[in-house]
């Protein structure tokens, strides 16, 4: 991760946190004009792409038992959890 992309999110965790309490809301609406709002939103969906690129893709998983010849996914179904082995 990049350090302005660090740095937006430093930025934008506080947005986040202040918006729930009704004392920030007034200092918070006065920081946001059209202009910053239209930059949030912008710098978010490339950050949001960007972490979505990164994403390792998993391939859907019919769960029959077919398509399970080490029962992994039939021993996850009975106990409810997953167990890794190194």
Same mark, same amino acid.
């Given at each position: 991760?990049?350090?302005?992309?660090?740095?937006?999110?430093?930025?934008?965790?506080?947005?986040?946190?202040?918006?729930?309490?009704?004392?920030?809301?007034?200092?918070?609406?006065?920081?946001?004009?059209?202009?910053?709002?239209? *930059? %949030? &939103?912008?710098?978010? +969906?490339?950050? !949001?792409?960007?972490?979505?690129?990164?994403?390792?893709?998993?391939?859907?998983?019919?769960?029959?038992?077919?398509?399970?010849?080490?029962?992994?996914?039939? *021993? %996850? &179904?009975?106990?409810? +959890?997953?167990? !890794?082995?190194?």
């Amino acid at each position: 991760m990049s350090d302005e992309q660090k740095d937006f999110l430093n930025m934008l965790e506080p947005l986040n946190v202040e918006a729930r309490y009704p004392t920030y809301k007034e200092k918070l609406f006065r920081s946001l004009d059209t202009t910053r709002c239209l *930059d %949030i &939103l912008n710098n978010t +969906e490339k950050l !949001y792409l960007w972490i979505k690129s990164r994403l390792p893709m998993i391939e859907p998983v019919l769960l029959e038992e077919e398509n399970d010849p080490s029962g992994f996914l039939a *021993d %996850i &179904l009975k106990t409810g +959890e997953i167990i !890794y082995s190194v």
